[in-house]
């Protein structure tokens, strides 16, 4: 039986799935502080240091954990995914679309490519239904204490995780992720992507994934109808389309995402009928050129026989 062909959707996780960043949920409140503290703190260590915003968020989350003696294990942080709100509908999301997928003749993946920290999108009810979580990410000690970060995810290196998507390189190690791999050897075509995102972080995805014929959409949250950060990016040529976050069946989104997934399930159809044409073209392609080359070759008349039944219909 011939694989599904596969339709990737990326998701963005901050103010994207969730209404606002995942520490905020936990960490920040723990700790006693104001997020607006917390971020200023962080980000004036980026600028005072020349650092990466998201090490300095990284740093400046340990640093005052353990000034707090809290837990830095990554247990604690996997806990801390418990406690992280979805929007509506993102709980039987993944399910509901994987079904209409299937129903076209498409095999959906969901992968995470985030900013955020990876242990939290762990600890999350959803994150049983991501491919891939590709998200910063802390090195544990033996004993599971925090001792280094394992990876950074900013906005702009968060396009290396598409090609790995693509190309079927998903190892965050794996330098073979730059070798060229042609169009029909994707484990992802580009032109089956959908990426979901909320701001100007999502702006260097959103673009490669539109560039490359995909599809990118910008989201926003409902209750508060703040649409300047969508109307920018539509009007910039960043998304293709824009919709509240609302994840449930028959919304906006929902029928946004489910009319890209019949479209790209339609361009998949007729990249199948369009290679079966192929095929019994190269046949009469085969028999038409032994017949210049043999037509004066004694015994020529059984080989092109024989060459010409493999040929559907009649060419003479």
Not at 17 to 31: A, C, T
Not at 128 to 136: E, L, N, P, V
Request: charged fraction near 30%; include cysteine; aromatic fraction near 12%.
């Amino acid at each position: 039986m011939n694989k599904l062909p596969v339709a990737a959707i990326l998701y963005d996780f901050d103010k994207t799935l969730s209404p606002k960043d995942m520490q905020e949920y936990s960490v920040i409140e723990e700790l006693g502080v104001a997020p607006e503290k917390f971020w200023g703190e962080a980000n004036r260590l980026a600028k005072e240091n020349r650092m990466d915003g998201n090490l300095a968020w990284m740093y400046e989350m340990i640093l005052q954990l353990r000034s707090q003696r809290k837990s830095t294990k990554k247990e604690y942080f996997r806990d801390c995914g418990k406690k992280v709100e979805l929007f509506k509908g993102v709980e039987s999301w993944f399910e509901r679309i994987n079904a209409f997928g299937a129903a076209h003749g498409l095999k959906i993946k969901h992968y995470i490519i985030s900013s955020g920290l990876k242990e939290i999108i762990e600890g999350s009810s959803i994150a049983k239904h991501f491919d891939r979580i590709y998200a910063s990410a802390f090195l544990y000690t033996a004993d599971g204490v925090t001792e280094w970060p394992a990876q950074s995810v900013n906005y702009t290196n968060k396009t290396q995780f598409i090609f790995r998507i693509a190309k079927g390189r998903f190892e965050e190690w794996d330098n073979s992720v730059n070798d060229p791999v042609d169009e029909d050897d994707l484990a992802v075509r580009y032109t089956n992507m959908i990426y979901i995102g909320d701001s100007a972080t999502d702006i260097p995805c959103m673009r490669l994934v539109k560039s490359r014929g995909g599809f990118s959409v910008g989201v926003y949250d409902g209750e508060k109808n703040l649409k300047k950060n969508v109307y920018e990016l539509f009007d910039s040529g960043r998304i293709n389309f824009f919709a509240p976050a609302d994840y449930r069946e028959g919304s906006e989104l929902d029928s946004i995402v489910k009319k890209v997934l019949t479209y790209i399930s339609a361009q998949e159809e007729l990249r199948r009928v369009g290679a079966e044409n192929k095929a019994l073209a190269a046949e009469y392609k085969r028999y038409s050129a032994a017949k210049t080359a043999l037509e004066n070759e004694r015994g020529a008349g059984e080989v092109l026989k024989k060459l010409k039944q493999k040929v559907k219909g009649d060419v003479e």
